[in-house]
């Protein structure tokens, strides 16, 4: 039987490989990564890595994301399969052609899209410095905002833009029951409810604190209160419980669902097994064509660009 933990902290060291990985991993995954973060701090750590090796346990995306911006490493998934009903919901055909149909607007997307969406972007944003980065336009530009429709719906209600918004929504977070939630607050009443802006409008009204992924962890830390309910992929609370281990976390059920909580199957597919593989075979490896890469790495640099000088 391999000892996994111990193989990979070996290869690890004999590769120059580092492990990066998302919030809303599995615990254990978490647990053995060198970065863990949300989707901004995931670019910002590939960017100024000088590892050989970046396996990256998160989905699809992120690992392209990481190889645009570091063309010369090598990237692994530990599964190919990980993909984002929310990137999958815009096609960089179609995203063409509706960025054709509205002349003299400004593009920007949410990091969960395809090398070939972020090549015809002006600049990326996460759920982190959306709001900063759609101010740091001047007030009467003409936006273009995808795929995400809450992110974008609720960037537009805080910043009284009216950017046009491309249709496509996350899988996992469209289903958050305001019902549930309702109910859940009848048994804690004193809780706190923290939601992703990839929620509907209805779950967000219900918001005490609505943030990315980080940015619910800081406030769940910082809050005085001891309750919270959690409307966002269900994997973030194995850092909150670990960060603030006296506090009370309840995940947030979907609509549809028997479980008490609400997770992404495609982020779930990483295993500690995967990951010792990927590492070892050095495969599943991502692969970006490198002239799409080259225009893809603008609108990243120019996040990253953004986001340091707003000290995100
Ligand atoms: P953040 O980590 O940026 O909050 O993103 C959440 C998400 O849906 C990643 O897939
Ligand atoms: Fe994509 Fe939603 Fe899963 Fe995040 S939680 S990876 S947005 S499908």
Redesign the pocket.
Known sequence: MVDYIKEIERLKKEKNAVIMG???QKGEIQDISDYIG???ALAQYAAKTDADIIVLCG?HFMGETAKVLCPDKKVLVPDMNAG?SLADSCNAADFKKFIDEHPGHKVISYV?TTAAVKALTDVVV???NAKQIVESFPKDEKIIFGPDRNLGNYINSITGRNMVLWDGA?HVHEQFSVEKIVQLKQVYPEALVLA?P?CKKTVLTLADKVG???ALLKFAINSDKKEFIVATESGILHEMQKKAPNKIFIPAPANDSTCACNDCSYMKLNTIEKVYNALLNEQPEITVDRALADQAVKSIRKMLEISAQLGL
Do not use: G, K, Q
Request: net charge negative; glycine share 0%.
């Open positions: 998302h919030y809303y949300d989707s901004l989905v984002c969960n996460t759920s982190s996350c992703h990839e990315s992924t980080a």
